[in-house]
């Protein structure tokens, strides 16, 4: 059965669809597609909301940004029911990562974009020193398309959210499709917080809404999903002459050192893997360990999953597959990893016996790079495991993939494990942990190869929604002159690169 069915689509071409619920495969409501007409009027009203907001305070702006965390406190049984029948995930991930996240998002922004995006004075440097003084200004860059994956339907959207509007932006927000009624709740809980009418717009729709909206004269696209839309995306923005973050799909690797700590590292290997049923950009979907450990660990492991709980209802620790699409994803990744060998010694199979979407908390092990399970993203939850010869195999091996997101080392040894982290080709990694660069604004996020463009989050990631403004002020107070250009003032130009620039000294004090 299709979660996400189209019911009708008029004249018009306006597309009607029924969502339904991974749990209880129960409706939970309908959604129209936006029209492009709409698309284009909310962008034309979102202009309109930036002027006024561009004009506020730091300050101002940040009181409606902590109202909204407010909001989220006081909504967030609403919000963790909402996101529940939506996507499936288990209370404590829906608590953790759509209350306490976005609240965690926010709150960094609300408090210190003033800091980030300070009009910062310098003095030019080299001859310029003499007559130029120089001011950067973080100008705003007008209307913000924000374009969300079912993953993360509140976290993914607040964060972007609170970084474009903390810059004096507005954002038209076209969710996920398979999610859409958790941006609902968001844009009521930011009116309910004082945002200005119309600055922060969400327009329901598919893949053709969020096509349209990048053509609707929007001036940045703040993009999160898979590689294949990302690269849409990407040219989409090219045509268009518009900045764009992709913050796209991952593979993410975990090398177990010869000297881990093996019960803390077969944790990190089930955390990582089963975290939000394993749609996590950062999931850990491949874990290599060196054949010296490999028993050991494997068997740490298999104890850890046989304990897991997966429940319709009640306490569950891995919760459902958010939609039909991605079982089938991993479904045949699954079928096409045991065809070529791999060996399955717990879950592996659909749960049938549950009503809903349900894959087990499962773990795979011979396994290798020929198999889809260890070479495309599966986001399931599942740890695949490979053993390796050593460390050098396990970091080769990593680095041999399309994606390169995040990745983690798990050793005793700290620096040892900076130095492998460092030879990881990704846009961040994490020692004895999961993944947690996301979370952590001072750690800028992105991903390198087909897993992004760009990086998002903290000092870096906000400045990504302004552009920096130079406003350069001649303090000399005569005219420049010049004209007319002669022999004699073309030899006087050849003088001064002469005098400073031939000279090892000069050069160095005026640059
Ligand atoms: P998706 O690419 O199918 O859809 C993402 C969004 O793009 C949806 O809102 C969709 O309607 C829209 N879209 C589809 N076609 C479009 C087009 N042509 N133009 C504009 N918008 C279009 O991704 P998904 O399946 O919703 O999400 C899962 C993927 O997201 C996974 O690959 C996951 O790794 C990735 N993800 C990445 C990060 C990260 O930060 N790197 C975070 C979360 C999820």
């Given at each position: 059965m299709a979660l996400l069915e189209q019911i009708a689509s008029d004249e018009t071409g306006r597309r009607r669809y029924d969502v339904k619920s991974p749990?209880?495969?129960?409706?939970i409501g309908q959604f129209e597609a936006a029209s492009d007409a709409e698309v284009r009027a909310a962008v034309d009203r979102a202009r309109k909301a930036q002027r006024e907001w561009a004009t506020k305070s730091f300050d101002e702006r940040a009181v409606i940004l902590w109202r909204l965390v407010d909001q989220i406190v006081e909504r967030q049984d609403e919000i963790v029911d909402l996101v529940i029948k939506e996507t499936g995930k288990t209370l404590n991930e829906a608590i953790a990562m759509e209350v306490m996240a976005p609240c965690m998002q926010i709150s960094h922004y609300a408090k210190r974009a003033k800091k980030y995006l300070a009009t910062q004075h310098k003095r030019a440097a080299g001859i310029m020193r003499f007559s130029k003084k120089v001011t950067l200004h973080y100008q705003p860059l007008g209307v913000v398309a924000l374009i969300t994956p079912w993953n993360g339907p509140v976290a993914l959207a607040a964060n972007p959210l609170a970084q474009a509007t903390m810059a004096g932006n507005a954002v038209v927000h076209k969710p996920s499709e398979v999610t859409p009624f958790s941006a609902v709740l968001l844009q009521e809980m930011a009116e309910a917080a004082g945002?200005?009418?119309?600055?922060y717009q969400v327009i329901q729709g598919d893949g053709q809404t969020g096509a349209a909206l990048i053509e609707a004269g929007v001036d940045k696209v703040s993009f999160t999903g898979s590689v294949a839309t990302g690269r849409k995306v990407g040219e989409a923005c090219g045509r268009n002459l518009i900045p764009v973050t992709l913050e796209l799909g991952g593979k993410d690797a975990m090398i177990v050192c010869q000297d881990a700590d093996l019960d803390r590292a077969a944790d990190g290997a089930v955390r990582g893997s089963f975290f939000n049923t394993g749609h996590y950009c950062c999931g850990t979907e491949r874990v290599y360990v060196p054949e010296s450990i490999y028993e050991p660990f494997v068997a740490k492991v298999v104890a850890q999953v046989e304990t897991l709980k997966q429940a319709?209802?009640?306490?569950?620790d891995v919760g459902a597959v958010f939609w039909d699409k991605q079982m089938d994803i991993i479904e045949e990744h699954m079928s096409d990893a045991k065809k070529k060998g791999a060996r399955v010694l717990v879950g592996g199979e659909r749960?049938?016996?549950?009503?809903?979407y349900f894959f087990p908390p499962t773990v795979v092990v011979d396994v290798d790079h020929s198999m889809d399970l260890m070479s495309r993203e599966t986001f399931g939850p599942i740890v695949a495991i490979q053993k390796v010869r050593d460390e050098e195999e396990a970091i080769e091996l990593a680095n041999d993939s399309d994606y390169g997101l995040s990745g983690n080392v798990w050793t005793k040894d700290l620096a040892k494990g900076a130095k492998i982290g460092e030879r990881m080709v990704t846009g961040s990694v994490s020692v004895n942990d999961i993944s947690v660069t996301y979370g952590i604004p001072e750690a800028p996020f992105g991903g390198v190869k087909e897993s992004g463009v760009g990086q998002v989050n903290g000092e870096l990631g906000i400045r990504g929604y302004c552009h920096l403004h130079p406003v350069i002020i001649d303090t000399t107070k005569r005219a420049q002159g010049g004209y007319p250009y002669t022999e004699e003032s073309a030899a006087g130009l050849r003088k001064i690169i002469k005098t400073v620039f031939g000279n090892k000294i000069l050069r160095r004090l005026f640059v």
């Open positions: 749990v209880s495969l129960e409706s945002f200005p009418t119309d600055l319709e209802k009640g306490a569950s749960d049938r016996s549950l009503s809903g």
